[in-house]
Each structure stands twice: as C-alpha cells, then as structure tokens.
C-alpha cells in the first residue's frame, strides 16, 4: 500500500463527523463597515441542525459597530427589527424572549466571533426567511435571506 492512500484511508477514518457536517454550516464574516459576507444561505432540508459562525474581523467596538445575525420569517423582520432599537445594547439589540426569533447570535464587536444553531424543524422547506443585523440602522444593507432547499 502506497503512503498516500494510507493518508487517505485515515483521513476519512478520523474525520467522519467533521466531513458529515460541512454542509450543515455557514460562516458569515462582518467588518467595521455595514455589510455582511453573504446575501443568502441555503440549510439543506437533510440537516436537522445547522451551525452558523459570525466573525466581526473589524476592530470597533460593538457599541459603535456591532454585528450580530438575526433569522426571522420575512415576514416578521421589520417588526423585530423595530423592537430591537428599544431593547438597547444591553440587550444586544435583541427584545428578551422575542418568539418571533427564530434564531440569533450575540451582538459582537471587532475580533469576536459569534456561533449558534438553527432549529432546522422550525423551518418549512420552500418558505421564505431572512436574517439581518439588529443593530440600529445596520438592516438596511446587512440582510440576506435564507431558505431551506431540497
Ligand atoms: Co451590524
């Protein structure tokens, strides 16, 4: 046996889980300007959880640029997105306990990053949501929409 299938064969033999949930995952990354790396996200329908990771490569603070990801239906977005003002930074921009959330990160600032999971089950394949920062004034050019795909 060659060296390089030996590499192969343990690769694939200590790596399983990894190499299973590379589709199951996104990373988003933000900066010091209002913007995200992505304007959409497909979870396939086959994943029962989905990991997204938020990097702020930025270096202002997050009271002066803070970035998080917010996933409502579309519906619900400029409704949450108003509440969020009122909550304030304390609370990471977020109204505590908003049902209308379907999923979020924390508010970060530069050089943080930020990872949560997406209730998959909650989704309805082919309907239409999106995410967007909920920082005051961010959602007009930080948003993308996300959708679960077959
Ligand atoms: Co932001």
Known sequence: MNP?????????????????AADCAARIESYDAMQYS?????????????RVTLAH??????????????????????????????????????????TRVIAHSAL???GETSQFDVPVAKLKPGANYVFFCSFPGHNASMKGTLQVTQ
């Open 57 to 98: 490569t930025g270096k202002l603070p997050k009271t002066a640029m803070g970035h998080n990801i917010v996933i409502t239906s579309a519906a619900d977005a400029a409704a949450v997105g108003h509440d969020a003002i009122a909550a304030g930074v304390g609370n990471g921009y977020l109204e505590p306990g908003d």
């Open 4 to 20: 390089l299938h030996c590499t192969i064969i343990l690769a694939c033999l200590t790596l399983p889980a990894a190499a299973m």
């Open 38 to 50: 992505t304007r959409s996200i497909a979870i396939p329908a086959s994943c029962t959880s989905f």
């Open 108 to 110: 970060i600032g530069g």
